[in-house]
């Protein structure tokens, strides 16, 4: 699996023609055992980083990383020329090379199209309507000042980044653009599922942060679309008013025409069958998904935004949102997710860093990120009467990076925005900022709101108590997204228990 290859030139008719008359046997093989491997490991290091206190998706992040050229292609060439880059019989190595990939690259942007539709459904626009004033001023500046560092930032590293493979010299504008979105991300659901193991999901502090977090993604994924629609239409005024007012129109429509048709629908046929998605209302259901990803494709600003715009335009259908998660959410989880770490695992080598240049513009990018998003938000908690304890508490859940930051970096890379190096520096910033929040939470915790619930939920150590064992047990049951509870699972756990 090299996402990187391309076809060689040199590759003749005949053996195009060897490729198109391979049997499907002998190519499903060396998938089968790709997926094998890949599930088998995401379990594994996901239940081994949950044992270490860790969100399980971070293990299953870590998994897909080593799993690519940084490690195990290094340690183990041989085998991982066997697991990765299989040889197809009579098909030359430079077209099995270029085509093997396509495979593995299309599985994982199905799984993204899933994982995004699932996100934007478990999106709750309450938050958009919040008045608190610290959770804005939170929101306003963990955007503005990473977002800001991110653009000073560009110019400095472009000269130290080599071409991207397929797309040629990284621009300057897409880099900036992108880099000040990137650092902009806090992912909510790992935040989500961090605050619900360390028992302080219903303290003052984690509704500031998740409401702040909510509303700055929410801004993040605009800025996303919008870098989007301008590499897509490679930053020509016209071509990308077009695409703008393409995406308005097809939004206003889903808003205003399939919003309301499909909510009718889906609560008829929820009616009628107890609550479950019938076969029919599941085939609906894709068909609307993949109608969507469509529309935005062919717009030019990504298949995944089609889908989370019908999720989060459906998100207020809770029976509809739970009836989806049954049917959905494992499956996603299990199978699509691990294909998505992998692929992004095996665009990450720690090889493409030589020198100690690169190592000090990957360590500027990190130090820009934590910067920007634990030090902007500690402030902007700090202005609004918040101790400097509760202030850096704020700002070090808000820079957790988590899945949402894979998602946005591998969008960069698929734009030409990010060569091979950066997307490797990004990756690590995202691993490194979510594995940063545990410990520093634990760390500051003494003489805060987060001292007593943090010492009950037995995340400490120790036995658990029954409330908390029963709130974990309910976590593992009806988490959504990504295997992370979103606010809105908090509350209802939490109202549950109370």
Same mark, same amino acid.
């Given at each position: 699996m090299l996402p990187f290859a391309t076809v060689d030139p040199t590759v003749s008719a005949d053996a195009v023609r060897a490729l198109t008359k391979l049997h499907v046997e002998d190519l499903i093989l060396p998938v089968l055992i790709q997926l094998g491997a890949i599930i088998f490991v995401a379990r594994v290091f996901g239940a081994l980083f949950r044992w270490l206190g860790q969100p399980g998706v971070v293990g299953e992040v870590v998994g897909g990383i080593l799993m690519g050229p940084s490690l195990f292609g290094w340690l183990f060439p041989d085998l991982f020329a066997f697991v990765f880059r299989p040889?197809?019989?009579?098909?030359?190595?430079?077209?099995?090379?270029?085509?093997?990939?396509?495979?593995?690259?299309? /599985?994982? +942007? #199905? !799984? =993204?199209?899933?994982? /995004?539709? +699932? #996100? !934007? =459904?478990?999106?709750d626009f309450g938050h958009l309507k919040v008045k608190g004033r610290a959770a804005v001023l939170i929101c306003v500046i963990g955007t503005a000042f990473p977002f800001a560092l991110g653009v000073g930032l560009a110019p400095l590293v472009q000269g130290s980044l080599e071409p991207h493979p397929e797309k040629g010299p990284v621009p300057l504008f897409g880099l900036t653009l992108f880099l000040g979105t990137a650092m902009c991300i806090t992912a909510l659901p790992t935040l989500g599922r961090m605050m619900i193991e360390m028992g302080i999901n219903r303290t003052r502090m984690a509704t500031v942060v998740v409401t702040a977090a909510a509303v700055g993604d929410a801004i993040g994924w605009i800025l996303l679309a919008t870098v989007a629609a301008l590499s897509a239409s490679a930053y020509h005024p016209t071509e990308t008013a077009k695409m703008v007012g393409l995406t308005v129109a097809f939004a206003a429509f889903m808003y205003l025409v399939v919003r309301p048709v499909l909510g009718r629908y889906f609560r008829k046929t929820l009616l009628k069958n107890q609550g479950q998605l019938s076969m029919n209302a599941l085939?609906?259901?894709l068909v609307a998904l993949l109608v969507c990803s469509i529309a935005t494709n062919k717009i030019g600003i990504f298949a995944i935004f089609g889908a989370f715009l019908l999720g989060a335009l459906l998100s207020d259908e809770p029976a509809f949102r739970a009836a989806v998660t049954v049917r959905l959410r494992d499956f996603v989880n299990a199978f699509f997710l691990p294909i998505f770490f992998t692929n992004t695992g095996l665009r990450t080598d720690i090889n493409s860093l030589p020198g100690g240049t690169m190592w000090v513009v990957c360590g500027a990018v990190v130090a820009a990120a934590v910067v920007g998003k634990l030090g902007g938000c500690a402030v902007a908690a700090r202005l609004t009467g918040s101790s400097w304890r509760e202030s850096l508490l704020i700002g070090a859940m808000m820079n957790t990076r988590g899945l949402m930051e894979l998602i946005v970096i591998n969008v960069g890379y698929d734009l030409g925005v990010i060569p091979r190096s950066l997307f490797c520096m990004l990756v690590l910033m995202a691993v490194i900022t979510t594995m940063m929040t545990t410990p520093i939470v634990l760390w500051l915790r003494r003489g805060t709101e987060l001292e007593e619930p943090i010492a009950r939920s037995g995340f400490l150590g120790g036995p658990l108590p029954p409330q908390a064992a029963e709130t974990r047990d309910r976590v593992d049951e009806e988490c959504p997204t990504g295997g992370e509870p979103d606010e809105r699972v908090t509350k209802r756990i939490a109202r549950d228990r109370f």
């Open positions: 040889d197809l019989p009579g098909v030359p190595d430079a077209l099995t090379r270029a085509a093997f990939p396509k495979v593995f690259d299309v /599985l994982a +942007q #199905i !799984g =993204l199209i899933l994982l /995004l539709f +699932q #996100i !934007g =459904l478990e999106f085939a609906v259901l």
